[in-house]
T-cell receptor, first 113, second 112 residues
Framework: DTAVSQTPKYLVTQMGNDKSIKCEQN?????MYWYKQDSKKFLKIMFS???????INETVPNRFSPKSPDKAHLNLHINSLELGDSAVYFC????????????FGPGTRLTVL | AQSVTQLGSHVSVSEGALVLLRCNYS??????LFWYVQYPNQGLQLLLK??????LVKGINGFEAEFKKSETSFHLTKPSAHMSDAAEYFC??????????FGKGTMLLVSP
């Protein structure tokens, strides 16, 4: 039973394309997140949703748009992909908004050519 | 603003030796502190967390960490390294409101 799952695991695409990454959690958590891990392994939060509402939106280009159709899903859509978007994207979830443990998905490795 | 500094991007130990991974934090409020481990090509897994209860926190796989307010540190230790401990380790701090700030990670290398 995978707690936090992401699809696809690998994504290779050309510059300028639009792509989506899907995330689902079966933990019954209220809060979900997207993180970006760059080539130097540095992890930085991008977005956070609580009960389908956006609560954190870090300095991320408008080309990135998260969508939460329900509490169990948080998808990430990226328009007009650029070389610098190549990274590993992690989805995570937690029970609440504050300091609850965040559970991470396996990651999606995005490569933009 | 909160921040985390992990000293040493790589730490090498021999199997059976003590593991010490250093983490210093900066926080304007009493922090919550976490250690996560990332095995190759996998997501992050929580090792342990400090939430203002006991200052010595025990985690999974024999790891523990001690919160020292005076030193603003939360170093991770394990008495005896195992080959399977080889991974990337991340220290993180939270002041609440879903904001988790990670350090840059320390790669632990274990040699036989």
């Amino acid at each position: 039973d995978t707690a936090v799952s992401q699809t696809p695991k690998y994504l290779v695409t050309q510059m300028g394309n639009d792509k989506s990454i899907k995330c689902e959690q079966n933990l019954g958590h209220d809060t979900m997140y997207w993180y970006k891990q760059d080539s130097k392994k540095f992890l930085k939060i991008m977005f956070s949703y609580n009960n389908k509402e956006l609560i954190i939106n870090e300095t991320v280009p408008n080309r990135f748009s998260p969508k939460s159709p329900d509490k169990a899903h948080l998808n990430l859509h990226i328009n007009s992909l650029e070389l610098g978007d190549s990274a590993v994207y992690f989805c995570a979830s937690s029970r609440g908004r504050d300091t609850d443990t965040q559970y991470f998905g396996p990651g999606t490795r995005l490569t933009v050519l | 603003a909160q921040s985390v500094t992990q000293l040493g991007s790589h730490v090498s130990v021999s199997e059976g030796a003590l593991v010490l991974l250093r983490c210093n934090y900066s926080s304007s409020v009493p922090p919550y502190l976490f250690w996560y481990v990332q095995y190759p090509n996998q997501g992050l897994q929580l090792l342990l967390k400090y939430t203002s209860a006991a200052t010595l926190v025990k985690g999974i796989n024999g790891f523990e960490a001690e919160f020292k307010k005076s030193e603003t540190s939360f170093h991770l230790t394990k008495p005896s390294a195992h080959m399977s401990d080889a991974a990337e380790y991340f220290c993180a701090v939270s002041e609440g409101y879903s904001t988790l700030t990670f350090g840059k990670g320390t790669m632990l290398l274990v040699s036989p």
